[in-house]
């Protein structure tokens, strides 16, 4: 009879230890055979390292300047439990997310294991995601939204006394769940998606947020956003108001033409293509003599008084040639699009047209190249939405969202102004920004009681960084030397006539002069 067993018959005897002694992990350094060679690999859990090598330049940036301790001491939050974290700890961590791009809470838990540039910003730790949202919670709306609004504008105010456009617009941000605020509205590019509208007021040209207002998904028009651009100005003082008022055609109403005229603010908006604008178009494209209005485009000039309007006002029509081959993009019979090419007869001509509202005496072709500048809002929304958290850090009472819009804006205002010291001839968007002045892995190394950051920069531009922070960092060091004879107001003045000296022309900013002291 055969011994052959059709069921094993338990455990397995154990093997001698000699023939397990592979499957030990060693200690010590692995080795591992690669193709290019033996290689041992260790660990080191406890290593100061960082893949934001390049922060402590823009830190610095924010010591000379004095733009980070007011704020955080300002902040209107206070504690009473001694095992709460700090001030300090709870906004550096928000503002550490800021700048790498996180738009969600949870991101924050990336930033836990960076040992180097909590201390350098004068935090104890980076703290949870919970801490975050919980002390933005725990915050008073008003206060704390006023606290963001007034440093909003200490950072841009020497600007101000410069001639310049105020751009207001508005962008949409889609919610998915259950958020205070999240309903139907306006939303082109997802209809039926809850959203909410980001009211937003820019020095046109420069990228710079004045004050951002989030509102719900059905409060986009513009009359939602006039009592905050009213109360804005108010703020800035007459004195400092833009040389121009420009939005779309949502802001071409008889209410905010009229307060406009009233308060003798310029305006340029377009207008709304109704039935009597029509009738001026077609008035215009028959009888008119066009004008050169630049960039392909021509335009002539009425006068026109809409039903409603308590005045008849100055209306510029642009219009712009099509070329003759053309694509149509259109639904078929089973509702799919299909793209067809068509041909327009040498008899023919197609135009594209815009209507435009000013109370401004200019010629046509300074009126229509400002308004082609507003389309410059666009690119600030797209890198603010994308790149600045916009899209993102979402609660589910719209308090702290709108304590995050502002926030979000305050930090993307201070790194555009740092990166313009860096490179003042042109604006540089934060996704190339980031990997040329922020994003590269370092080494923090303590010898001797000095302590130095070995930076490791792989971009193909990293000559010119090294370059740009050694400029940047000369530049912090002359005023740091004399920081005991200027004011913070003084420096910060002095770091915007750097950065925007394309924009001055070479002009410095002159700040106010000091109160005198008191008797």
């Known amino acids: 009879m055969s011994d052959l067993s059709l069921h094993p018959l338990g455990e397995p005897q154990p093997r001698p230890e000699s023939d397990c002694r592979a499957l030990v992990p060693a200690e010590g350094p692995v080795a591992l055979e690669t193709f290019g060679g033996r290689l041992y690999v260790e660990w080191d859990p406890s290593a100061a390292i960082t893949p934001l090598g390049q922060l402590p330049f823009f830190t610095e940036y924010l010591k ?75 915050m008073e709306e008003e206060a704390a939204l006023a606290w963001l609004q007034r440093h909003l504008l200490l950072v841009t105010e020497p600007l101000l006394g410069e001639p310049w456009i105020l751009d207001a617009d508005v962008t949409v941000k889609p919610i998915y769940g259950h958020q205070e605020g999240a309903v139907l509205g306006y939303n082109p590019h997802k209809p039926g998606r809850p959203s909410h509208t980001y009211h937003t007021y820019f020095i046109g040209n420069l990228r710079l947020v004045l004050d951002v207002e989030v509102q719900p998904g059905n ?16 703020r800035i003082g007459r004195a400092r108001w833009p040389r121009l008022l420009r939005g779309d055609r949502d802001w071409g109403t008889e209410a905010n033409m009229q307060r406009c005229e009233q308060e ?80 327009v007869e040498k008899t023919v001509r197609l135009y594209e047209y815009g209507v435009l509202v000013t109370s401004l005496a200019d010629e046509i ?4 190249a400002l308004y082609r500048d507003r389309a410059d809002c666009e690119n600030n929304f797209d890198d603010l939405k994308h790149h600045w958290g916009w899209g993102g850090f979402t609660t589910r009472d719209l308090k702290r969202c709108r304590i995050m819009a502002r926030m979000s804006a305050l930090v993307c205002n201070w790194w555009s102004i740092f990166v313009r010291l860096a490179e003042p001839d042109k604006h540089s968007e934060s996704i190339t920004s980031r990997p040329l002045l922020l994003n590269a892995p370092a080494r923090a190394i303590e010898h001797a009681r000095q302590r130095r950051l070995v930076i490791t920069h792989h971009h193909a531009e990293a000559d010119w960084v090294e370059r740009a922070c050694r400029n940047l960092a000369a530049f912090l060091h002359g005023l740091r030397l004399t920081a005991e004879q200027l004011t913070p107001t003084q420096r910060w003045y002095r770091i915007l006539s750097r950065a925007m000296v394309k924009y001055l022309h070479g002009r410095q900013l002159q700040p106010p002069d000091p109160l005198p002291a008191p008797a």
Request: glycine share 8%; charged share 25%.
């Open 64 to 138: 000379v300047s004095g733009l980070f301790d007011p704020w955080v001491e300002e902040c209107p939050v206070h504690w009473t439990s001694p095992n709460a974290p700090s001030k300090r700890d709870v906004l550096g961590t928000a503002v550490l997310s800021i700048l790498c791009g996180h738009w969600r809470y949870a991101h924050i838990s990336a930033l836990r294991g960076d040992s180097v540039n909590a201390p350098l910003l004068g935090m104890a730790k980076v703290v949870s995601e919970d801490s975050v949202r919980g002390t933005l919670k725990k």
């Open 264 to 343: 003798g603010l310029p305006y340029l908006f377009k207008q709304r293509m109704t039935k009597r604008t029509k009738q001026l178009v077609e008035r215009l494209l028959r009888d008119a003599e066009w004008s050169d209005a630049g960039q392909g485009w021509q335009g002539a000039e009425a006068r026109l008084r809409l039903s409603g309007w308590s005045r008849a006002r100055r209306v510029v029509v642009l219009r712009r040639r099509l070329a003759k081959d053309l694509a149509i993009e259109q639904p078929d019979e089973s509702g799919q699009l299909r793209l067809s090419l068509t041909e």
């Open 365 to 368: 072709l300074t009126i229509a």
């Open 219 to 234: 409060q986009h028009h513009s009359k939602f956003s006039a009592p905050g651009l009213w109360a804005l100005l108010e």
